[in-house]
């Protein structure tokens, strides 16, 4: 069974910039698409970015489209979220997850700790 453990967060300015990082150890996820998450308190879960298995399909939320970039490195097993920008409605803990294109949020099961990105304005 995979584990997914999300770092890279912490409390940083409005404009400014955070990598994430979701290491996968247990078994490769080299074949499968992923995908980070977010939620703000008193919020539902929602998509942010989703990478095909070989990085060469992405696909982000309209909310950050133009200021995040996702990228994997499948020799490492990370997978990256690069915010840029950040806005103080980007406040959430973000999550790393496969991504399946058919699935709703709510679908998904068995959400990590998540890293925390308080931004201040």
């Known amino acids: 069974q995979v584990q997914l453990v999300e770092s890279g967060g912490g409390l940083v300015q409005a404009g400014g910039s955070l990598r994430l990082s979701c290491l996968a150890s247990?078994?490769?996820?080299?074949?499968?698409?992923m995908g980070w998450f977010r939620q703000a308190a008193g919020k539902e879960r929602e998509f942010v970015a989703g990478i095909s298995w070989d990085g060469r399909q992405t696909d982000y939320a309209a909310s950050v489209r133009g200021r995040f970039t996702i990228s994997r490195d499948n020799a490492k097993n990370i997978i990256y979220l690069q915010l840029k920008n950040l806005k103080a409605e980007d406040t959430a803990v973000y999550y790393c997850?496969?991504?399946?294109?058919?699935?709703?949020?709510?679908?998904?099961?068995?959400w990590g700790q998540g890293t925390k990105v308080p931004v201040a304005s």
């Open positions: 247990g078994r490769t996820v080299n074949t499968t698409s």
């Open positions: 997850k496969y991504y399946y294109t058919s699935y709703t949020v709510q679908q998904y099961e068995d």
